[in-house]
């Protein structure tokens, strides 16, 4: 009943709204009350294993290389060769839109970096063509989520270190139900804008396109393939992605001096500096637990009291989603990950499958309010209200919920490319 009272203890905080790190104060010392006796050696020794692992070079190697890229022309080539395969169809921008966040994802790994790297150059397009507004920004805000999904991923990281599973596993297995919510957007993005008009197909401007994007459209090749090929692990792909790109963008594409470096590598420290400390607490409460099978015990005391898959299944989502209104991913599956994994596999839930569970149920967090990150995020950047862009991701939020039904009650499209 201890390890219960600390879960409601942490919930009763985030109803409360207080902010992520009071609330891991809190869960450390009653965790280091109840089961370390006191003493803060424990916490000390537990900060330090938590923070000395080489995985965790990839967050902010994944982070630097999404901003250097901002900073440069990578998106802005990316796009212009996703625009000129899709002018084609009616609609065809809009379609393009999700279908650069998909990209861009793919190499960014974070769904607000993704979301200003697009946004900035595709919603005064999309406006200037004749899109509305209310799609355009809920194209956009649920598009730049497709990061949370789509490989490399920085939550699945911060799951795999929080749980001590495979980060290529988990790369894989978000693969499928990445596709999926790419494609359903992007047929929702044609069918709601079929009657825009749209251009003729132009083979000569498709070519130009490669040829001035040739080098940023390889960088996801060379990252995802070097990773599923098994040449390199996530943590080498996160340092190539740093160097190609720097690479491409100060001696190819020439749009970054090479002493904006520093700079680019100071903000990326800004918000590491606000991250790392996070997850150190959080893994380090984790620790701890673990060492007193407080999971386990709590896994026993679920199954007494939910026997059914089904019903433990549909209570999951909708916590996860509550959760995801209220605090941000990272931190949500750093406090709650190792407690609900062991009650998951009770069930006979693959812990691969439970990590997608999880990413996806927090990625509709994004776009959900109150707190839903890119909901702020997009309302900062293009300067418009609130209350519109909630409106506008809704019909977005549905669509994504129906694909989350599918990725939790077909275990295959997870597990399928593991397999």
Same mark, same amino acid.
């Given at each position: 009943?201890?390890?219960?009272?600390?879960?409601?203890?942490?919930?009763?905080?985030?109803?409360?709204?207080?902010?992520?790190?009071?609330?891991? +104060?809190?869960?450390?010392?009653?965790?280091?009350?109840?089961?370390?006796?006191?003493?803060? *050696?424990?916490?000390?020794?537990?900060?330090?294993?938590?923070? &000395?692992?080489?995985?965790?070079?990839?967050?902010? #190697?994944?982070?630097?290389?999404? &901003?250097?890229?901002?900073?440069?022309?990578?998106?802005?080539?990316? +796009?212009?060769?996703?625009?000129?395969?899709?002018?084609? %169809?009616?609609? $065809?921008?809009?379609?393009?839109?999700?279908?650069?966040?998909?990209?861009?994802?793919?190499?960014?790994?974070?769904?607000?970096? *993704?979301?200003?790297?697009?946004?900035?150059? %595709?919603?005064?397009?999309?406006?200037?063509?004749?899109?509305?507004?209310?799609?355009?920004?809920?194209?956009?805000?649920?598009?730049?989520?497709?990061?949370?999904?789509?490989?490399?991923?920085?939550?699945?990281?911060?799951?795999?270190?929080?749980?001590?599973?495979?980060?290529?596993?988990?790369?894989?297995?978000?693969?499928?139900?990445?596709?999926?919510?790419?494609?359903?957007?992007?047929?929702?993005?044609?069918?709601?804008?079929?009657?825009?008009?749209?251009?003729?197909? &132009?083979?000569?401007?498709?070519?130009?396109?490669?040829?001035?994007?040739?080098?940023?459209?390889?960088?996801?090749?060379?990252?995802?393939?070097?990773?599923?090929?098994?040449?390199?692990?996530? *943590?080498?792909?996160?340092?190539?992605?740093?160097?190609?790109?720097?690479?491409?963008?100060?001696?190819?594409?020439?749009?970054?001096?090479?002493?904006?470096?520093?700079?680019?590598?100071?903000?990326?420290?800004?918000?590491? $500096?606000?991250?790392?400390?996070?997850?150190?607490?959080?893994?380090?409460?984790?620790?701890? %637990?673990?060492?007193?099978?407080?999971?386990?015990?709590?896994?026993?005391? #679920?199954?007494?009291?939910?026997?059914?898959?089904?019903?433990?299944?549909?209570?999951?989502?909708?916590?996860?989603?509550?959760? $995801?209104?209220?605090?941000?991913?990272?931190?949500? +599956?750093?406090?709650?990950?190792?407690?609900?994994?062991?009650?998951? #596999?009770?069930?006979?839930?693959?812990?691969?499958?439970?990590?997608?569970?999880?990413?996806?149920?927090?990625?509709? $967090?994004?776009?959900?309010?109150?707190?839903?990150?890119?909901?702020?995020?997009?309302? *900062?950047?293009?300067?418009?209200?609130?209350?519109?862009?909630?409106?506008?991701?809704?019909?977005?939020?549905?669509? #994504?919920?129906?694909?989350?039904?599918?990725?939790?009650?077909?275990?295959?499209?997870?597990?399928?490319?593991?397999?």
């Amino acid at each position: 009943m201890t390890a219960v009272f600390l879960l409601f203890l942490v919930l009763a905080l985030l109803a409360l709204r207080q902010s992520v790190v009071l609330i891991l +104060i809190v869960a450390a010392a009653y965790v280091h009350w109840f089961w370390g006796d006191g003493d803060l *050696t424990y916490l000390v020794d537990d900060i330090w294993s938590s923070i &000395n692992r080489n995985v965790l070079l990839a967050i902010p #190697m994944f982070i630097l290389a999404g &901003n250097i890229m901002t900073r440069g022309s990578i998106a802005e080539r990316l +796009i212009a060769i996703i625009r000129a395969l899709t002018q084609w %169809l009616p609609g $065809g921008l809009a379609v393009a839109t999700i279908l650069s966040c998909a990209v861009f994802a793919a190499i960014s790994g974070s769904s607000p970096v *993704t979301l200003l790297a697009v946004g900035s150059i %595709l919603y005064p397009a999309l406006l200037k063509e004749g899109y509305s507004k209310k799609f355009s920004l809920g194209a956009l805000a649920s598009g730049g989520t497709l990061g949370v999904v789509i490989p490399p991923s920085i939550p699945m990281i911060l799951y795999a270190i929080a749980t001590d599973k495979s980060i290529s596993d988990l790369f894989l297995a978000g693969i499928i139900p990445g596709l999926m919510l790419a494609g359903v957007l992007s047929v929702y993005a044609l069918i709601a804008n079929r009657k825009i008009q749209s251009e003729p197909f &132009n083979f000569v401007q498709t070519v130009q396109a490669f040829r001035y994007g040739i080098f940023a459209l390889m960088t996801p090749v060379i990252l995802l393939g070097g990773i599923y090929s098994g040449f390199f692990s996530a *943590t080498e792909a996160a340092a190539i992605a740093v160097g190609y790109s720097l690479f491409v963008e100060v001696f190819i594409h020439r749009e970054i001096h090479i002493t904006e470096f520093f700079s680019i590598a100071v903000d990326t420290a800004r918000l590491l $500096g606000t991250l790392f400390p996070i997850i150190a607490i959080a893994i380090s409460i984790n620790l701890l %637990l673990t060492a007193e099978s407080v999971p386990q015990d709590f896994a026993t005391w #679920m199954t007494t009291v939910v026997d059914n898959k089904i019903t433990f299944l549909i209570a999951l989502n909708i916590f996860l989603l509550v959760i $995801g209104c209220l605090i941000d991913i990272g931190s949500a +599956i750093l406090m709650l990950a190792p407690i609900l994994l062991p009650v998951a #596999m009770a069930y006979g839930i693959d812990p691969i499958h439970f990590g997608i569970i999880m990413v996806v149920n927090l990625e509709i $967090g994004f776009i959900t309010p109150p707190v839903g990150l890119n909901l702020i995020v997009a309302m *900062t950047a293009f300067k418009e209200d609130f209350v519109l862009i909630c409106r506008s991701v809704l019909p977005f939020i549905c669509l #994504m919920l129906a694909v989350l039904v599918l990725v939790v009650f077909i275990p295959e499209l997870s597990l399928f490319l593991i397999r």
